[in-house]
DNA sequence: CAGAAGATCGGG
DNA sequence: CCGATCTTCTGC
């Protein structure tokens, strides 16, 4: 569409887990109907991983909602929470491997409500393509940030085995 | 079919 | 600390 997006991060398929840290740093980018874009460099994220993973979605299965996670890496997942939030998710890994990072920070603007919120994400954005679309996608970046991992947030409902994964990874300095 | 809880946020 | 606000899942 133009020689903005030449930059495109293609490749989403390896494990969520080796993904995450990569993607602190790469550019979170948007073009609203107005032709206004803005990129955001991604400074906090958390992984989602696989059926067993009590945390994830996808552990309950096979559903409408969960689909696009079971699909190969790529794909937006979204969905509302708490009747007001639209979360943001990037599928990773393999097909029928089902994965997804929530972009849960991005610089100036920190928490996955926020970030939605930002971006105006809504339902529409379920399954869009992120080595296609014209309105979100991600873009690679020279400088690779440091960080650390903690805990994911608001997941004690999956008991304390999942709960206690350090798979929230931030970006340190912001 | 009703009820509860949720990968959250902002106001008081 | 609590209310907003609605989708999804679970139990009867």
């Avoid at 996670?69 to 393999?94: C, D, E, Q, S």
């Avoid at 097909?95 to 991005?106: C, D, F, M, S």
Wanted: hydrophobic share 40%; net charge positive.
């Amino acid at each position: 569409m133009n020689n903005l997006q030449n930059n495109r991060i293609t490749n989403f398929s390896n494990d969520v887990l080796e993904i995450c840290p990569t993607l602190l740093g790469k550019y979170l980018c948007r073009r609203f109907e107005d032709g206004i874009i803005i990129r955001k460099p991604i400074i906090e994220v958390e992984a989602y991983r696989g059926i067993d993973d009590l945390a994830c979605h996808a552990s309950k299965g096979r559903t409408k909602r969960t689909e696009i996670m079971f699909a190969n890496g790529g794909y937006v997942y979204v969905y509302l929470i708490y009747g007001m939030y639209w979360m943001l998710n990037i599928v990773t890994g393999p097909i029928e491997l089902p994965q997804a990072i929530l972009i849960r920070g991005v610089e100036g603007c920190i928490g996955p409500g926020r970030v939605g919120r930002l971006l105006a994400i809504d339902a529409s954005f379920y399954g869009e393509n992120l080595i296609k679309s014209n309105r979100i996608w991600i873009e690679e970046s020279k400088s690779t940030f440091p960080f650390i991992q903690t805990e994911r947030v608001g997941v004690g409902y999956a008991g304390p085995e999942w709960a206690k994964k350090p798979w929230r990874f931030v970006a340190k300095g912001f």
